[in-house]
């Protein structure tokens, strides 16, 4: 049987807006990118009555279940889409857990992105959007990961082509549970990504905008705001942002050497922080 690895890469919101409230979920409208820094995939056909779904590597502990990988089989067994074919899937996990950068739902993405591509099941968009929103409302971004800009009518518009970033990201030694920041939000905001233009990647346009999560995330976690008011002393930034619903945050960097020079300041102060530099794609 062919052993196929697919690189699922991280994601982050260099902007986010909650807008309003649906039935369950808050309308948002972001800007995202994706970063080189990824979770390695081995997906295998198998001979078995089951998929096999295991995880490995430095953030592996602690996954659930009920994680995404295996609501994704659990939607295509039910739905019997897959003909009783089952597979093994093995995950390397690079990408930290509570943390914004949506490694859970990039991972039944881009599972998902390859059985189309390969075959294993033939779907019209319609009908991947609401396989994707069983899962969670971020898995639809990963089908095709690049820069994105999702309206708050929940219209996503792709842009192949936008200025790059060197990013240092950084996570305390806690993760934000998506769940408890978002059921603090109280206010929301007026939408203003509706009419999605390439310019929104740009740095100028970008200073302007906010993660409006932070605002929760900092009162419950007030170490949030010491480490994004340090990292905004490091090499000059061109921003800092919170990526999602935290806890990791990003600061932004033109040139390479100042994104490297700052991990190293960083390390310094907080020697048991996982902290890592990235870059745009």
């Not at 990013?167 to 549970?177: A, E, H, K, Q």
Request: glycine share 4%; aromatic share 10%.
């Amino acid at each position: 049987m062919n052993i196929n690895k697919v690189k699922s890469f991280g994601k982050i919101n260099l902007a986010l807006h909650v807008t309003g409230k649906r039935t369950k979920l808050h309308k948002i409208e972001s800007i995202v990118k994706f970063i080189k820094l990824h979770d390695l995939i081995t997906i295998k056909k198998i001979n078995s009555k089951k998929h096999k779904v295991s995880f490995y590597g430095i953030f592996s502990k602690n996954i659930n279940k009920n994680n995404t990988v295996n609501k994704l089989f659990t939607i295509l067994d039910d739905q019997k889409l897959l003909n009783n074919k089952k597979f093994q899937i093995k995950i390397k996990k690079n990408i930290p857990q509570e943390a914004g950068l949506g490694g859970g739902s990039m991972n039944a993405a881009n599972i998902f992105s390859f059985l189309i591509k390969k075959k294993f099941i033939k779907l019209n968009q319609k009908k991947i959007l609401e396989i994707t929103n069983s899962i969670g409302s971020d898995v639809i971004l990963g089908i095709n990961p690049i820069n994105t800009v999702l309206s708050s009518k929940n219209i996503i518009k792709k842009f192949p082509k936008s200025p790059n970033f060197h990013t240092l990201l950084v996570r305390p030694n806690f993760g934000c549970s998506t769940k408890k920041i978002y059921s603090g939000v109280k206010k929301y905001t007026k939408p203003i990504f509706n009419d999605p233009k390439q310019n929104m990647f740009s740095p100028k346009f970008l200073l302007k905008q906010e993660n409006a999560l932070e605002k929760v995330a900092f009162s419950k976690y007030p170490k949030l705001r010491i480490i994004k008011s340090f990292l905004e002393n490091l090499n000059k930034p061109l921003f800092v942002r919170m990526t999602g619903s935290g806890s990791v945050l990003v600061a932004y960097y033109q040139k390479k050497q100042d994104c490297e020079l700052a991990k190293v300041r960083f390390k310094r102060k907080y020697r048991n922080y996982w902290c890592i530099t990235s870059k745009t794609i």
